[in-house]
Structure formats: structure tokens, C-alpha cells
């Protein structure tokens, strides 16, 4: 049977209505953000980490480093010039105060690491040491940070850097005193210590297929075959713009072909300064290829950037005229690179909230033939308010009829709403919401709202 006339208007107001809910609901409001990075990769089963100074963990940093990403690593906080400055005197609080900011936001800590040849405390480096004590001096120390941290800490960079560029064992303390087996007693101390802790080996230069990867790749097998534990492999990934390693997926693949995990543990991508959009444009290209290799292997586990913002980087420094290597500006604006990293993560279909400020978001919760229900959230993050103010003008012939948590008034096309006396406070990081019900006719789009 033919649907009569009436019954055809009716649904098709019915359709209007449903697509509009659709829509409202779909793409949410005007200022609506994609998922932060974290939850982009935990969909994934991915880590998304950065290095992180435990002194700029407040406000808009400390806002950003709990916000995008589920890992930190301590950039420096945890290397043994920064734990013992002077033989036999700690000074765990920068190291203990990442773990706390990492715990309180449900992040994973990675730690950095235990035996190196740079950033150690003179005492150690000007001291001369037989084979023995050195080995005991790396063995207590390994038993005293990570038994510190016992089961707190997902992963150790127990060993670092330990390759020249052509595949030779790098001349180091450690070698020097100890052999080449100074990897596989460091890992077996480590393990000792914490035995729920994943074990890596991280360098530099072993991105893509090359002499030193190589001798990692058989270092890791060696140690495989000798049952040494041995759990992961970082890939440090310090690139430059334009020149992500065209084997690096193949590399990657090879150690999960050992068993082992990958991590890739500190990548920036520099350039040379000033940058500009082209640059940028490659850069949010590399990410993205770097994501996206990472990606394609299980055993990739994920990827940590080394340091999240260009106010935070070690490259203007060691570098000199080249930096913004990170997926953020000095001013925390995500730069085309933190878009290109969302949208390997499956995300980055909208514009990253703005920082440092309130916003106010409008959405319709649900409507039917000639009427619906909304909400306005106020969220502030780097800001906080005492009072507020929001308005809209209604494009479609929308009426308010009524609203709660908020006084409302609607003068022809345009509303203003402002707080009641209970909620005009929004803190920094928190949020408010007021309520309304209002009548429309053929469409009900969502107004743009601002805050005033
Ligand atoms: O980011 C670290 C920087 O603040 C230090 O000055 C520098 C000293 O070498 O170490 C940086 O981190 C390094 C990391 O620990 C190991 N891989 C290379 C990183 C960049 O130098």
C-alpha cells in the first residue's frame, strides 16, 4: 500500500529528524577533538610514550604529557649521574616523581637507563677500577634502581648504545673493563631485580638495515641462544627530515623474527631551522611512515617520541640551527606531525583541542518530531573560570523552552546562558555542563557557540 500524503511528510520529517540526530551525534559539535593520542593507540594495543623533565610536569606540559600519551620515559632523571652524584648519595626525586605523575594517569614508565657510557657520575668515570669492583659497582647499581622501582616499571633500557656505526663493539667503561659480556651480566642483573620488568637493549643508527643493526640483530640472537633475558629491542629512531630509513619496517621485522619485541624509544625528526609548512609537511610524513612501520608488526609495540613538544627537545642544543623535531610547537599548538600521528593511530579527523583555554562544546543528546534536548559542556585545561557566559544563534528557527544548571534567555534567533550561583566555577581540567530543551521544525542544526 501506498503511504498517503500526510503519512509521506511524516516521514519524511521523521528521516530530516534522524538525519540530524545522526549527525549531531556523529561528528559531535563545532569543537569537538578527536581521542587523545593514548586512546587512539590502547584501541590499537600500541604504546604511544614521550620522554618527559620532571619539572615541567605542571600546567599546560603536565596537562599534555597525561592527556595524549599511555608511557613516559624520563629523559634523564633516571641515568646514573642524575641518581648518584656522589657515591652512595641518591637523589631519586625527579625519577620518583615521573613514576608518581605516570601511575596517578595510568601511564607505563620506561626506564632510561642503567649502563651507558655518557651520563655517568665522575666518581665513576675518574675512578680506576679492577675488572671485579667494576663489575660489582654495575651490579649494585642495577639492583638498587631497579629493585627501587620493582614492578612499577614496565620496561628498563638496561643497556645503551653499545655499537660504533660499524658494527664494533663501542670502547666504553664498560667494555673496556668488562668485555662484551658486560650486556649479558647487566640484563642478568636486571632481571634478577625486577623480574616482571621487559628488558631491552636501545641504540641509535639501527633503524633501518645497516652494519650496526646488524651486530645488534646478532648480539640479540647470541644472546637469545645463550638463554640470556633479553626481551626487547629500542630503536632510538633521532632522524632527520626526509630521511625515514626505507628499510625500517624490514628491520623491525627481523628482530620480532628473533622473538624479541621492538620498541621504537626516542624518535624526533629534526630539520634545519626556521621550519616552514613544506618542512612541516614532510615531517608529518616521516612521523607518519615511522608510525606506520611500527604498525605493521605485532611485536612493535609501540612508539615513544623524545620529548613531545620543541621547548623540550635536546636537538636545538646538540644541533645548532636545526630543531622542531617534535609533534608540538614551543608554544604546546600540535604541529602537522601530531595529525599525521593521530591519523595513523586511525584518529585525526578533527582539529586538536587548543590548549591553555576554556572551550564550550554544544550537542544535541536526543530529539524526536518536534523537539530535542541538549547540553552545553564548559572544559577548561591551562585555564580555569569563575563566572561564564555562553551564547548561540539559532540558524534554523530553534526556541528554548526550557533549561537547567544554567539561566537561559532566547531573544529572536540568539541565546545567552549563564551560570547559576552552584556552578559558576570551572577548574583547571574540569568541566561543566548545563541542560536545555528547545523546539525546532525541518532541521536543527548545531549552533557555534562562544564563550564569553
Ligand atoms: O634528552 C637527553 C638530553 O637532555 C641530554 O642532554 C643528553 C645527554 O647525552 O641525553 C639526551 O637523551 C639521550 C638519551 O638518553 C639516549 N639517546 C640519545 C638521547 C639524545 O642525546
Known sequence: MRPSRSSRARLAALLTGAAALLLTLGATPAQAADPPLRDLAAAKGKVMGTAVTGSKLTGTYGDIAGREF????PGNAMKWGSVEPTRGTFNWAEADQIVAFAEAHGQQVRGHTLVWHSQNPSWLTNGSWTPAQLGQLMNDHIATEVGRYKGRLATWDVVNEPFNEDGTYRQTLWYN???????????????????????????????????????????????????????????????????????????????????????????????????????????????????????AV??????????????????????????????????????????????????????????????ATYSVTSQWNTGFTGQVRIACSGAALSSWKVGWTYGAGQQLTQAWNASCTQSGAAVTCSNASYNATVPDGGSVTFGFNGSWNGSNPVPTVTLG
Open 70 to 73: 599511555n608511557a613516559l620515559t
Open 177 to 295: 673493563g668488562l668485555g662484551a659480556d658486560y650486556i649479558a651480566q647487566a640484563l642478568t642483573a636486571a632481571r634478577a631485580a625486577d623480574p616482571s620488568a621487559k628488558l631491552y637493549i636501545n641504540d641509535y643508527n639501527v633503524e633501518g638495515v645497516n652494519a650496526k643493526s646488524t651486530a645488534l640483530y646478532n648480539l640479540v640472537k647470541s644472546l637469545k641462544e645463550r638463554g640470556v633475558p633479553i626481551d626487547g629491542v629500542g630503536l632510538q629512531a633521532h632522524l632527520i627530515l626526509g630521511q625515514v630509513p626505507s628499510t625500517l619496517q624490514q628491520n623491525i621485522q627481523r628482530f620480532a623474527d628473533l622473538g624479541v619485541d621492538v620498541a621504537i624509544t626516542e624518535l624526533d625528526i629534526r630539520m634545519q631551522l626556521p621550519s616552514d609548512s613544506a618542512k612541516l609537511t614532510q615531517q608529518a610524513a616521516d612521523y607518519k611512515a615511522v608510525m606506520n612501520a611500527c604498525l
Open 298 to 359: 605485532s611485536r612493535c609495540v609501540g612508539v615513544t617520541v623524545w620529548g613531545f613538544t620543541d621547548s623540550d627537545s635536546w636537538i636545538p642544543s646538540t644541533f645548532p640551527g636545526q630543531g622542531a623535531a617534535t609533534p608540538y610547537d614551543e608554544n604546546y599548538a600540535p604541529k602537522p606531525a601530531y595529525r599525521a600521528i593521530a591519523e595513523s593511530l586511525g584518529g585525526g579527523t578533527t582539529t586538536p583541542p587548543p590548549m591553555d583555554e576554556c572551550t
